[in-house]
């Protein structure tokens, strides 16, 4: 298994596939949901890529971390994406893990935010992240805000 963080400048064209073609498979085809996902913000300078590639070399996991003030007014996790092949081995969770331990490491005193379906919060919770929004449409899908705060005790291993 490899894990991999980078910034979009540091993806290869065949890894920049990968990323687009997990995001359309799940976002657009399996939740039926016609978005715009190419929305410019993935190339930003300060844009990290969290990428895992399973034992096969297939993209199994993703999620991109935006920089505060890019898209949010706090450091955003988003595109939080794991491969149907990849579900109910807690990929998931070490996806989420790492990808808290990477946006702490580049921006250690911001909070966290994210744009999360509404049926995920309490998975969410489990990491601290608090929702702060009443449910909202989001591309025809309710979502909530939730923020998880710099100076929150975090301990979750994966």
Known sequence: MTWMCCQFNELSSLQLYDVLQLRSAIFVVEQDCAYQDIDGLDTHPETRHLLHYNEAGELSAYLRILAAGVSYPDVA???VVTAASGRGQGLGHQLLDRGINAAKSVWPEQDLYLSAQAHLQ????????????????????????????????????S
């Open 77 to 79: 996790i988003g595109r």
């Open 122 to 157: 309490h998975y969410y919770q489990r990491y601290g992240f608090v929702t702060e929004t009443a449910e909202y449409l989001e591309d025809g899908i309710p979502h909530v805000g939730m923020r998880w705060q710099a100076n929150a005790e975090y301990s979750k291993s």
